[in-house]
Nanobody, 127 residues
Framework: QVRVVESGGGLVQPGDSLRLSCTAS????????MAWFRQPPGKERQFVAG????????DYADFVKGRFAISRDNAQNAMYLQMTDIEPAGTAEYFC????????????????????WGQGTQVTVSS
């Protein structure tokens, strides 16, 4: 059974840094592309960043603007999102996503039907 779990969310101030973590179990972690999505209050889910399974190629949403960094540690079955200079617009539920099939990418229109999603971790940016 695939299980995806996020952690690390919380209340931060504008300009702060925060690192989100994700662990996935139930399969060989290194075989799967991973990604972060977020859902701001009252808005649709948005792609944030992705990291491929094979060469760890990364992809970022335009709004990241070089402030976020996605990484993975296959030995720990873990993925991370390091966020710096967080803006109030960063307030959202952040979701970890693991591709449903090995070797395939996660599209920016991923859903809970197309891939495996965690339950989310809340990040609130407020002064």
């Amino acid at each position: 059974q695939v299980r995806v779990v996020e952690s690390g969310g919380g209340l931060v101030q504008p300009g702060d840094s925060l690192r989100l973590s994700c662990t996935a179990s139930g399969r060989t972690f290194s075989d799967y592309t991973m990604a972060w999505f977020r859902q701001p209050p009252g808005k649709e889910r948005q792609f944030v960043a992705g990291i491929s399974w094979e060469n760890w190629e990364t992809d970022y949403a335009d709004f990241v603007k070089g402030r976020f960094a996605i990484s993975r540690d296959n030995a720990q079955n873990a993925m991370y999102l390091q966020m710096t200079d967080i803006e109030p617009a960063g307030t959202a539920e952040y979701f970890c996503v693991q591709a449903k099939y090995p070797g395939l990418r996660i599209t920016r229109t991923s859903t809970q039907s197309s891939d495996y999603w965690g339950q989310g971790t809340q990040v609130t940016v407020s002064s």
